[in-house]
């Protein structure tokens, strides 16, 4: 129950959400006569919208967050084990591998084979992940398909079956994991707070951050409303909340 409450809650504290309760906001206020009140909360609304969705903006606040841990372009000698951190999937036979997984996941597993054929295969991948709300398929058992699919070898891969989220990710690694450094996956985005989980529980991972979407080289001034770049703003507002509840649980 508090993961699915935990889920909720941070879905209407995104920056679509939030602008257009401002909207409604301003839009009751004018109901009620009260002009000034509409006045202030509509155009907060409209450039609150216009602010996260204005390229510009979404990947300056979207590449302080991925730019905290560097690329690890080759892998370290004596690593025994990658860890891909799971992401989303839908289950369906009609499709191929690469399109029933997300595709942030797809560039995670894809980022730890890159850096298992580095160590010349002679590391473990683990793979996490589970079913979902709406599929019955564990989402480690997906990343394995495609693992497999991509030329690793079964017997390197390890499976963490119904980990919910970060912190039961770290959690299920600790027994394995505790005692040696290991490459932990995930997107760049993400990598900050994914440590924060592992290094609580007393892990050493070295990072291997992935998935970059900022783009701080081609501004996009001209390109107005944008949703790719409200899609990065929820990405940024998604981390620092997540990063804010781990101060708040002392992690």
Same mark, same amino acid.
């Given at each position: 129950?508090?993961?699915?409450?935990? @889920?909720?809650?941070?879905?209407?504290?995104?920056? *679509?959400?939030?602008?257009?309760?401002? =909207? &409604? *906001?301003?839009?009751?206020?004018? @109901?009620?006569? @009260?002009?000034?009140?509409?006045?202030?909360?509509?155009?907060?609304?409209?450039?609150?919208?216009?602010?996260?969705? %204005?390229?510009?903006?979404?990947?300056?606040?979207?590449?302080?967050?991925?730019?905290?841990?560097?690329?690890?372009?080759?892998?370290? @000698?004596? /690593?025994?084990? &990658?860890?891909?951190?799971?992401?989303?999937?839908?289950?369906?036979?009609?499709?191929?591998?690469?399109?029933? =997984?997300?595709?942030?996941?797809? &560039?995670?597993?894809?980022?730890?084979?890159?850096? %298992?054929?580095?160590?010349?295969?002679?590391?473990?991948?683990?793979?996490?992940?589970?079913?979902?709300?709406?599929?019955?398929?564990?989402?480690?058992?997906?990343?394995?398909?495609?693992? &497999?699919?991509?030329?690793?070898?079964?017997?390197?891969? =390890?499976?963490?079956?119904?980990?919910?989220?970060?912190?039961?990710?770290?959690?299920?690694?600790?027994?394995?994991?505790?005692?040696?450094?290991? /490459? *932990?996956?995930?997107?760049?985005?993400?990598?900050?707070?994914?440590?924060?989980?592992?290094?609580?529980?007393?892990?050493?991972?070295?990072?291997?951050?992935?998935?970059?979407?900022?783009?701080?080289?081609?501004?996009?001034?001209?390109?107005?409303?944008?949703? %790719?770049?409200?899609?990065?703003?929820?990405?940024?507002?998604?981390?620092?909340?997540?990063?804010?509840?781990?101060? *708040?649980?002392?992690?």
């Amino acid at each position: 129950m508090g993961f699915l409450l935990k @889920k909720f809650v941070s879905m209407f504290l995104m920056p *679509l959400p939030l602008g257009v309760a401002f =909207i &409604i *906001l301003g839009l009751f206020f004018l @109901k009620r006569n @009260k002009v000034t009140k509409a006045k202030v909360t509509l155009t907060l609304g409209i450039v609150w919208l216009f602010l996260f969705s %204005y390229p510009p903006v979404a990947n300056s606040l979207l590449h302080k967050i991925e730019s905290g841990n560097p690329t690890l372009h080759t892998a370290p @000698k004596n /690593i025994n084990y &990658i860890y891909v951190l799971g992401g989303g999937h839908h289950t369906d036979a009609k499709l191929p591998i690469t399109s029933q =997984i997300s595709e942030t996941s797809v &560039i995670r597993l894809t980022e730890g084979i890159r850096l %298992y054929h580095q160590l010349d295969q002679k590391a473990k991948i683990i793979v996490s992940g589970y079913h979902g709300l709406h599929d019955l398929t564990e989402h480690a058992v997906m990343q394995k398909k495609l693992a &497999i699919s991509l030329g690793v070898n079964e017997e390197d891969i =390890i499976l963490y079956l119904g980990t919910k989220d970060t912190q039961e990710e770290a959690k299920a690694g600790k027994k394995l994991l505790a005692n040696e450094a290991f /490459i *932990l996956v995930t997107s760049a985005s993400h990598m900050t707070r994914a440590l924060n989980f592992f290094t609580n529980e007393g892990l050493h991972p070295i990072p291997a951050p992935t998935n970059h979407l900022s783009s701080i080289t081609h501004p996009e001034y001209t390109n107005f409303f944008s949703s %790719y770049a409200l899609m990065k703003s929820r990405i940024v507002f998604h981390e620092v909340l997540g990063i804010m509840w781990q101060k *708040l649980k002392g992690i």
